[in-house]
């Protein structure tokens, strides 16, 4: 953590004078450990408000979509993880000033047909369903 924060003082005097830091967000959180609760309560007493209320909990249908290239709310919009996802894209939208701005516009995307290994024909997955945000600055 305090190398990332080093590093974005190095790009700010060396490169983007302007570069801000939005927040910090905890990934992987187990609400189960003692441990990860206090790390939280920490580096929420540390750094303030440069911490997202939103955590990342660890989440198997996050490892499975990361394992399929794909976000977490095409390939399980019901989970937590997705869940989380959209609290953090609320949160980051009220950040930047444009959460009244914003509506989300869904959509179903079709995937392109699989070929199963070892077996003949074509695997036609369930075409997943998006998010876009449309946004405008205030």
């Known amino acids: 953590l305090v190398s990332i924060l080093d590093t974005v003082a190095v790009i700010q005097r060396k490169i983007n004078r302007g570069l801000n830091l939005l927040g910090m967000l905890v990934t992987q959180y ?35 979509s ?27 939208l009220s950040r930047l000033n444009m959460v009244d701005n914003c ?10 047909p699989l070929r199963r290994r070892g077996r003949k024909g074509k695997h036609w997955p369930e075409p997943h369903w998006s998010i876009r945000w449309n946004c405008t600055a205030r």
């Open 30 to 64: 187990d609400r189960r450990t003692t441990l990860h609760a206090e790390i939280l309560e920490a580096m929420r007493k540390q750094y303030g408000e440069t911490v997202f209320s939103t955590v990342i909990s660890r989440s198997i249908r996050v490892a499975e």
């Open 66 to 92: 990361m394992s399929r290239k794909t976000d977490v709310v095409s390939y399980s919009r019901n989970s937590n993880g997705a869940a989380d996802y959209r609290s953090l894209t609320r949160e980051i």
């Open 103 to 112: 509506r989300a516009e869904h959509q179903t995307v079709p995937h392109t």
